[in-house]
């Protein structure tokens, strides 16, 4: 079974810039999570859907970020402009439901923001 | 709100040694907890899930445990090796389903 693809695995970028990462879940999992990890801190969670609702987006910067998941399987999540502080991996995660144990991380998208 | 936190930031041991690694949390009120492993430049790999209603979790050489009532859960593992160098997180889910994140243990397994 393949596992959660993520791409590009690196970008680098000038503030103000914009940016954006992909992610393609578990085939058949309905929930799709992205969370940010800045370095020496542990992933927070950014946005969560459930197919392609969202369930929980209260720690979205939504004045730059903006995240998507038309059809239920693939996501895209957006930086623009981009800050500074963005620097950080950019983890996706899926899990079959919310309710389910287990989430299955991707490798992550190392963004550096010059 | 849930706070999760890890201590310590940073371990060195010597191959062979055993050693602890710390979770603690300020709501007890948790769905689960489960320790990953994260090398550098990849994602998180699943050790040990224990439910709200466990105590603890055996796998190979490592053993978690949960204390939900005093807020803390250990990382034992057994023997270490230089292979088991990686970053430890800690997360607990909350009843929303919400995975809350500790910053992370850094381990170093001398040979």
Known sequence: ?114 | KQEVTQIPAALSVPEGENLVLNCSFTDSAIYNLQWFRQDPGKGLTSLLLIQSSQREQTSGRLNASLDKSSGRSTLYIAASQPGDSATYLCAVKSNTGKLIFGQGTTLQVKP
């Open chain 1, 1 to 114: 079974e393949a596992g959660v693809a993520q791409s590009p695995r690196y970008k680098i970028i000038e503030k103000r810039q914009s940016v954006a990462f992909w992610c393609n879940p578990i085939s058949g999992h309905a929930t799709l999570y992205w969370y940010q990890q800045i370095l020496g801190q542990g992933p927070k969670l950014l946005i969560q859907f459930q197919n392609n609702g969202v369930v929980d987006d209260s720690q979205l910067p939504k004045d730059r970020f903006s995240a998507e998941r038309l059809k239920g399987v693939d996501s895209t999540l957006k930086i623009q402009p981009a800050k500074l502080e963005d620097s950080a991996v950019y983890l996706c995660a899926s899990s079959p439901d919310v309710s389910y144990n287990e989430q299955f991380f991707g490798p992550g998208t190392r963004l550096t923001v010059l």
